[in-house]
């Protein structure tokens, strides 16, 4: 079941725009997770949030969740073309020992130089 | 992609021949998974072990099988049952924290 869903499906900007994706999801979770995935790839985890936080910042990247809107934001702030790839939200909704992440369908970032 | 190794990097088969699929990871983690991505979609969860020789069933394990006899390896098999098994595979594990780490994946085209 697919627990996340991005919006939008694809986004496209000129290099040292910010580019932000959301994504929501329907039940309550533990955290939250972006991961990056350059085409033909496997993905790569930036930043995880726990759904007792609001915000958190790593380097470029900013995310934010709202679960009394069961939603989050991922912000990339002066985008490079390095940059471009497939951006993933998964929830962890995980109980005992057995985690699992539940993945949405991404967000296709363009930076064009 | 870390200490995960996917092999090959693109199999292509007849139908009705099974395949394997080969996993290795050297970061010493317990949990290691198996997800299936078709174009522009997001992962899907095949199978996932969190210890050796346990395994559990995931959200579209239909036409799949895998073992978990080593710490390293979760080879996933790719069965004829399996009714349209072109995809593109990817393996992870996971220290038991809640991060994941993901191999570079299989291509695998069946026709």
């Known amino acids: 079941s697919q627990q996340g869903e991005e919006d939008p499906q694809a986004l496209s900007i000129q290099e040292g725009e910010n580019a932000t994706m959301n994504c929501s999801y329907k039940?309550?979770?533990?955290?939250l997770q972006w991961y990056r995935q350059n085409s033909g790839r496997g993905l790569v985890h930036l930043i995880l949030?726990?759904?007792?936080?609001r915000e958190k910042h790593s380097g470029r990247l900013r995310v934010t969740l709202d679960t009394s809107k069961k939603s989050s934001s991922l912000l990339i702030t002066a985008s490079r073309a390095a940059d471009t790839a497939s951006y993933f939200c998964?929830?962890?909704?995980?109980?005992?020992?057995?985690?699992?992440?539940?993945f949405g369908s991404g967000t296709q970032l363009t930076v064009l130089p | 992609d870390g200490g995960i190794t996917q092999s090959p990097k693109y199999l292509f088969r007849k139908e009705g021949q099974n395949v394997t699929l080969s996993c290795e990871q050297n970061?010493?983690?317990?949990?290691m998974y198996w997800y299936r991505q078709d174009p522009g979609q997001g992962l899907r969860l095949i199978y996932y072990?969190?210890?050796?020789?346990?395994?559990q069933k995931g959200d579209i394990a239909e036409g799949y099988s895998v073992s978990r006899e080593k710490k390293e390896s979760f080879p996933l098999t790719v069965t004829s049952a399996q009714k349209n098994p072109t995809a593109f595979y990817l393996c992870?594990?996971?220290?038991?924290?809640?991060?994941?780490?993901f191999g570079p994946g299989t291509r695998l085209t069946v026709t």
């Open positions: 992870a594990s996971s220290p038991g924290t809640h991060e994941q780490y």
């Open positions: 039940t309550s979770i533990n955290n």
């Open positions: 949030i726990r759904s007792n936080e």
């Open positions: 998964a929830t962890d909704v995980s109980s005992g020992s057995a985690r699992q992440l539940t």
């Open positions: 970061l010493n983690h317990d949990a």
């Open positions: 072990s969190q210890i050796v020789n346990d395994f």
